[in-house]
Each structure stands twice: as structure tokens, then as C-alpha cells.
């Protein structure tokens, strides 16, 4: 792929989505990554005696790394190179063991003295229930 697209092109309200199915190797996996073992992750039968959730649920911070290939698509897509700058994410409810989450993001905001966007977030689960709100911004590099 010939990475030569550039930040004029990139059209304020374009969409990216990407789904995941988040089971319990995903959790595992991504607790290892970080080293993160709280019960309420790792402990199904620990999470139905001491919560009202029905099976172990997924690191908030996971819920946020879901962006990261819809990004990866994104920027795909359009030919260019970023390195992220920030994240903000806010949890609306947990994504629980077993659960699809759809992450999609829309492209709000050029700052054009600074050649970086905001892309807009929000992640349902397969019922369509919002997870997860927030945002990512991208400085686009050369090419």
C-alpha cells in the first residue's frame, strides 16, 4: 500500500466501525497484557456472588483499546499515518464475558494548525446497549 493520502482529504463525518466478540480468552488475554487480575475480571463465579452481573467483565481500558483497529482501518483507508495522541472514554455499562461490541467511530473534528482530527466514539454491544463514549485524537505523520 502506497501510504499518500493526505489530511486535506479527509472528510469531516466519515464512519469506521469494527466488531469484536469479547470472550473470556480475550479478557484473559489482555489481563496478562496488562497485569491487571482483579476478581471481577478474572472470577466468574467470584463476580456472580459478590456483583449483579452474570459472568466476569472486561477491563473498562479494554473497551477503549477496541478503538484501536477501527482506527487502524480508518487511517488505512485513507492512505495516511498517525500516532495517537489522546484517548477519553467514558463507561456507560460493562461489556460482560461473551458479548460482540461494535466500536464505530466518526471522523468530527480537523485541526488544521496542527495537522491532527478527533474521531468521535461509541461502542454497543449485540443487544445495542452503549458501552463506551469517548474520543481519539490523531496527528497525521508524512507519508
Same mark, same amino acid.
Given at each position: 500500500?502506497?501510504?499518500?493520502?493526505?489530511?486535506? !482529504?479527509?472528510?469531516?463525518?466519515?464512519? /469506521?466501525?469494527?466488531?469484536? &466478540?469479547?470472550?473470556?480468552?480475550?479478557? =484473559?488475554?489482555?489481563?496478562?497484557?496488562?497485569? $491487571?487480575?482483579?476478581?471481577? *475480571?478474572? =472470577?466468574?463465579?467470584?463476580?456472580?456472588?459478590?456483583? &449483579?452481573?452474570? =459472568?466476569?467483565?472486561? &477491563?473498562?481500558?479494554?473497551?477503549?483499546?477496541?478503538? $484501536?483497529?477501527?482506527?487502524? $482501518?480508518?487511517?488505512?483507508?485513507?492512505?495516511?499515518?498517525?500516532?495517537?495522541?489522546?484517548?477519553?472514554?467514558?463507561?456507560? #455499562?460493562?461489556?460482560?464475558?461473551?458479548?460482540? +461490541?461494535?466500536?464505530?467511530?466518526?471522523? +468530527? /473534528?480537523?485541526?488544521?494548525?496542527?495537522?491532527?482530527?478527533?474521531?468521535?466514539?461509541? $461502542?454497543?454491544? #449485540? *443487544?445495542? !446497549?452503549?458501552?463506551?463514549?469517548?474520543?481519539?485524537? !490523531?496527528? +497525521?505523520?508524512?507519508?
Amino acid at each position: 500500500m502506497k501510504w499518500n493520502g493526505t489530511f486535506e !482529504e479527509l472528510p469531516i463525518g466519515e464512519i /469506521e466501525s469494527c466488531v469484536h &466478540h469479547v470472550d473470556g480468552a480475550a479478557i =484473559d488475554a489482555f489481563a496478562n497484557a496488562i497485569r $491487571s487480575f482483579n476478581p471481577i *475480571h478474572m =472470577d466468574r463465579e467470584w463476580t456472580r456472588a459478590h456483583t &449483579h452481573y452474570p =459472568d466476569r467483565i472486561a &477491563h473498562g481500558v479494554m473497551t477503549t483499546a477496541l478503538m $484501536s483497529p477501527a482506527i487502524t $482501518s480508518f487511517c488505512t483507508r485513507w492512505r495516511i499515518r498517525t500516532a495517537l495522541v489522546s484517548t477519553s472514554s467514558k463507561y456507560v #455499562q460493562p461489556v460482560i464475558a461473551g458479548d460482540t +461490541v461494535t466500536t464505530t467511530l466518526t471522523l +468530527v /473534528e480537523k485541526i488544521h494548525e496542527r495537522q491532527r482530527f478527533v474521531l468521535k466514539a461509541e $461502542s454497543r454491544n #449485540q *443487544h445495542g !446497549e452503549v458501552v463506551m463514549v469517548g474520543e481519539a485524537v !490523531e496527528q +497525521v505523520l508524512g507519508p
